[in-house]
């Protein structure tokens, strides 16, 4: 039992009005809403509290999103420590090109690593707002979804026991490797998937950003990104064979493939340094509708991957949290069932929107190496449009920046 969770003993024969399964950024937001509203919840997670700590992965929250973790009480830290980014630049035949899009669409993004975002909100809910939490929990089980007696059993770690524990909602928060959505009636939901074909080779890199913003190389050899973390981490991304082996990328081989893709006339060099994270990502995305049944509503990557191509998967995890956790309040404290019954609904508009512009993203970032000519030359004539129309220019800074009046 983690000793700075106090409020774990006989779970078996407690009821919570709310499980949430998964403590990453969605469930450990909808747990702190439902906290800060006086309600009781238990959050199940597989890992330790310090492996979620550390896990790496997103870095680019949208201003929307802040604001959202800022009124609900969950982004002190963020604002002090979180830098603040107004442009990206994109880097092809040979040449940068400045994207401004602050002064395109008046927003901008906030860069921010994810392990400090979930350390931020574990402690929040944990240690401030003393809410319940199991870490290390195995072989998760929903029950009785469509009854009225729904349940969540795990197996101890400490005993090896099967616990039960009653509730009236499951919130499935528990990512794309997880049991939740495979607990939605199969004759209920479909899954639309999709597959780019391509593979990603993921970098983390104990070096200092090469550039103060986003770098997309949009290059024949293949895309290569580079994001900017902290002063002394910075991610960079290199396309490769889905599938491929990360250790078919030594560290050589790695650093003159950024060299070269994100080479560009007056550019400053390329920062190398030890590289501490080296996978490969296979691009691919999906989408459960509907994101509930039952009792069981799903956030976050449960419900719907997007590849990191547009940095978008934890955003419209965060989006799917603060929808499902003023929902269950309003559910739970008022009556109200209207949140709920649009949950799914409201959450699917913004997925799709940003599903679709990572399709759009994605021919612009690969269609260069392609290896057909026609393809490559759409793909110059799309980058030539961002740089020469105002209307184009604009449109892409909305859809980067998540800012549409209504989705
Ligand atoms: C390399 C990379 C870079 C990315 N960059 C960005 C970016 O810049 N911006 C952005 O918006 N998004 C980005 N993303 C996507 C983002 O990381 C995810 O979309 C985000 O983590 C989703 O949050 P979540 O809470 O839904 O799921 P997760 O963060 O996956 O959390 C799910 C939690 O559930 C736990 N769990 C799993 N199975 C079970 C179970 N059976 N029972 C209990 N618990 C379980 C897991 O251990 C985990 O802690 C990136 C992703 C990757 C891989």
Not at 122 to 127: F, I, K, L, N, Q
Request: hydrophobic share 40%; glycine share 10%; proline share 6%.
């Amino acid at each position: 039992m983690d000793e700075r969770s106090p409020r774990l003993d006989s779970l078996s024969s407690r009821r919570f009005p709310v499980v949430v399964v998964g403590a990453g950024p969605a469930g450990l937001t909808v747990g702190n809403i439902l906290r800060a509203a006086g309600l009781e919840c238990l959050v199940l997670e597989t890992e330790s509290r310090e492996v979620i700590e550390r896990r790496p992965r997103a870095g680019v929250i949208e201003e929307w999103a802040v604001r959202g973790l800022e009124r609900r009480g969950l982004a002190r830290n963020l604002l002090e420590r979180a830098g603040l980014h107004t442009a990206c630049e994109f880097r092809f035949g040979g040449e940068r090109y400045r994207f401004s899009y602050r002064e395109l669409a008046g927003s901008h993004h906030w860069v921010y690593p994810q392990p400090s975002l979930v350390t931020d909100l574990v402690r929040e809910y944990a240690d401030v707002r003393r809410g319940a939490v199991r870490f290390g929990v195995r072989d998760v089980r929903l029950h009785d979804l469509d009854g009225g007696r729904p349940s969540v059993s795990y197996v101890c770690p400490e005993t090896g026991r099967r616990e039960v524990v009653a509730c009236d909602f499951v919130a499935g928060c528990d990512g794309a490797r997880g049991v939740t959505r495979a607990a939605l009636a199969p004759e209920r939901v479909r899954v639309a998937r999709h597959d780019y074909g391509i593979g990603w080779l993921a970098l983390l890199a104990e070096a200092p950003p090469s550039a103060d913003c986003v770098l997309f190389g949009c290059h024949p050899d293949g895309f290569a990104g580079q994001m900017p973390r902290s002063p002394e981490v910075t991610r960079y991304y290199l396309q490769c064979p889905p599938g491929d082996d990360p250790d078919a990328w030594p560290h050589e081989r790695v650093w003159a493939e950024l060299r070269r893709r994100l080479g560009a006339a007056g550019a400053a060099p390329i920062a190398e340094g030890r590289l501490i994270e080296k996978r490969v990502l296979d691009m691919h995305d999906y989408v459960t509708e509907p994101m509930a049944s039952g009792r069981l509503f799903l956030a976050g990557d449960a419900a719907h991957l997007v590849a990191p191509i547009a940095a978008k998967g934890m955003n419209l995890a965060l989006h799917d949290a603060f929808l499902l956790g003023d929902a269950l309040v309003a559910r739970l404290a008022e009556g109200d069932d209207s949140g709920l019954a649009g949950y799914s609904q409201e959450c699917l508009r913004r997925v799709w929107d940003y599903q679709e512009f990572s399709q759009w993203l994605s021919e612009l970032y690969h269609g260069s190496a392609a290896g057909d000519p026609f393809r490559a030359g759409t793909t110059a004539a799309r980058l030539r449009r961002l740089f020469s129309s105002p209307a184009a220019a604009a449109a892409f800074a909305e859809q980067y920046l998540g800012t549409a009046a209504r989705y």
